[in-house]
């Protein structure tokens, strides 16, 4: 086995083994703490699909966490007011009908999006993005029928078959499941002909060409596939909070989780995962002792940007990736 499998299996173990001990010992924060971390390292896993394989600098990735959160939100709503929704379709509070709805709107967000983004490259790409996420950003402010500015509240979780999602602990799991299952997926696709060829094009763009690949394509199935997962993640923050708002949208989630990809290790496997814990560590050890606690972030992505290029991972790990 090699360091990064060897660290990767000591991240899966104590993001696990932690929140139940909490849980055991009545301490719900803890838990919902655990949980926070499982979804934003989620939401950062699918960025890290386009920017770590890819080299896709998306800076619009908070559109489709936010758009998750709304489907998770507005499902909710109208399956707990028995409504339907516009007038014809059945609402649902089941979590698998609620991901399976939000993968397809973010697949379906995402596909003109990076049609029209992946015709351009570097900082032109990261502006695009940046100003497709900020006009859905603006659509949910002026949204009133859900909230608008204000948000929108979700009175009861949204539910998961066999487990009680109102318990800290199912509901992590549920999302710690979710998160393993992802990252499995990830490892596969970067294994894949697909993966190399992703990996390739981010490289050396003709020489992918040149052998009959088209780097177009590749780069938009990623680019939607990414879309997708961090849709799911948004879902599972908004049941998480019982709160959506337009902020889920804003340029400062998409900045935080590229943070979190560049602190774990752009490209690694566990890199989100070792980016959202120390993230979330520091946002909690630091918040209550004072407002600017991100300088202090701020100086650790220095030193990761300036001395461990490869992130926490990698200082760990060295240069083998997906181990």
């Keep these: 086995m090699s360091r990064e499998a060897a660290f990767n299996a000591a991240l899966a173990i104590l993001l696990l083994a932690v ?4 849980y055991a010992l009545d301490e719900p924060f803890y838990v919902a703490l655990a949980t926070r971390i499982a979804i934003l390292a989620l939401a950062a896993a ?5 920017l770590g394989l890819g080299g896709l600098v998306s800076f619009g990735h908070a559109a489709f966490f936010g758009v998750g959160g709304y489907v ?3 499902l909710a709503v109208h399956a707990f007011n028995a409504e339907p929704l516009f007038g014809l379709l059945p609402a649902s509070d089941q979590m698998p009908v609620v991901w399976l709805v939000a993968a397809l ?9 990076g049609a029209i983004s992946l015709r351009t490259s570097g900082v032109y790409f990261i502006m695009i993005t940046l100003a497709f996420a900020q006009m859905i950003y603006y659509f949910a402010i002026s949204w009133p029928a859900y909230g608008g500015e204000d948000g929108l509240s979700i009175t009861v979780r949204n539910a998961f078959p066999g487990l009680s999602t109102a318990n800290p602990a199912g509901f992590f799991v549920v999302c710690y499941v979710l998160l393993m299952a992802v990252l499995a997926l990830i ?3 970067a294994n894949s002909r697909f993966g190399l060829a992703l990996q390739a ?20 199935a990623a680019f939607v596939i990414s879309a997708v997962i961090t849709g799911v993640a948004g879902a599972l923050y908004a049941d998480l909070n019982r709160f959506v708002s337009p902020s889920m949208m804003s340029w400062h989630m998409s900045g ?10 752009t490209g690694r496997l566990f890199g989100p995962v070792a980016g959202a814990i120390l993230y979330v560590l520091l946002e909690f050890a630091l918040g209550g002792v004072t407002e600017r606690w991100q300088l202090f972030l701020g100086f650790i992505l220095l030193g990761v940007v300036l001395f461990a290029r490869g ?12 181990g």
Excluded at 105 to 113: K, R, W
């Design 256 to 265: 935080e989780l590229i943070v979190l990809v560049i602190l774990g290790g």
């Design 187 to 189: 490892w596969r696709i």
């Design 46 to 50: 699918g960025l890290n699909l386009a």
């Design 311 to 322: 992130g926490i991972v990698g200082l760990v790990a060295g240069k083998v990736r997906h």
């Design 105 to 113: 709107l973010c697949a379906a967000v995402a596909l003109p999006i």
């Design 19 to 22: 929140p139940l001990a909490a």
């Design 201 to 220: 094009a981010r490289q050396n763009e003709k020489r992918v060409a040149a052998v009959g690949i088209r780097p177009f394509r590749v780069r938009l």
């Design 72 to 74: 998770a939100g507005i």
